[in-house]
């Protein structure tokens, strides 16, 4: 069975610096990918994700992740941090062929001090 | 106007009382999902459709029920609500013919048993 594990519940970063929020999955077959964000008060907005090709993904807001296959990681980046980047942040896998679902991980809340 | 709806959005209630969670979705998604959301335990599933006439349990379907009346609606109940079913409830679509699975979220519903 998939899993998935994010390393710090909390995050805290500076405005304009990196951002670097870790995945890292279990499974047994090649997986697809997924980071979600939920900003304060509203549901999860898909922020990436991972199928096949590119190892490098990009997605909205100027966040990117990179799948390593031999670490088994999918950690989320952002060379500088806005304030509005505040929220909490979702890694999700599912495999491929496999089951439909998803599995997420427990959350990073990431904040942004100014 | 949103793709996937959530009624209510707050719900207080008391123990024993009979609860349903209720979700709209114009999307034309033929699957449909209700996870729980607990801080520091991420999203967890707690009943999948993949059409009309398919229901599955997820991992904690205890306690939950479920009714799909049509591929727009996915009804979730308590039957008989209990203080630790107090929690952030989530329902999401996805496109089971494409997408890799990508499942877009509701707005959420804060439900609080006394």
């Known amino acids: 069975a998939q899993s998935v594990t994010q390393l710090g519940s909390h995050v805290s970063v500076s405005e304009g610096a990196l951002v670097l929020l870790r995945c890292n999955y279990s499974?047994?077959?090649?997986?697809?990918l997924f980071w979600y964000v939920q900003y304060p008060n509203q549901g999860l907005q898909l922020l990436l994700k991972y199928t096949t090709g590119a190892t490098l993904v990009k997605g909205i807001n100027g966040f990117e992740a990179e799948f390593k296959k031999s670490e088994t990681s999918f950690h989320l980046t952002k060379p500088s941090a806005h304030m509005s980047d505040a929220a909490e942040y979702f890694c999700?896998?599912?495999?491929?062929?496999?089951?439909?679902?998803?599995?997420f991980g427990k959350g990073t809340k990431l904040t942004v001090n100014p | 106007d949103a793709d996937v709806t959530q009624t209510p959005r707050n719900r207080i209630t008391k123990t024993g009382k009979r609860i349903m969670l209720e979700c709209s979705q114009t999307k034309g998604h033929d699957r449909m999902y209700w996870y729980r959301q607990d801080p520091g335990l991420g999203l967890r599933l707690i009943y999948y459709?993949?059409?009309?006439?398919?229901?599955n349990k997820g991992e904690i379907s205890d306690g939950y029920s479920v009714s799909r009346q049509a591929q727009a609606k996915f009804s979730l109940s308590l039957e008989s609500a209990i203080p630790n079913q107090t929690a952030l409830y989530f329902c999401?679509?996805?496109?089971?013919?494409?997408?890799?699975?990508?499942?877009?979220f509701g707005p959420g519903t804060r439900l609080t048993v006394l």
């Open positions: 999401a679509t996805s496109d089971g013919g494409g997408s890799y699975n990508e499942q877009f």
């Open positions: 459709s993949f059409d009309v006439k398919d229901i």
């Open positions: 499974s047994s077959v090649p997986p697809y």
């Open positions: 999700a896998v599912r495999t491929q062929g496999g089951s439909e679902k998803l599995v």
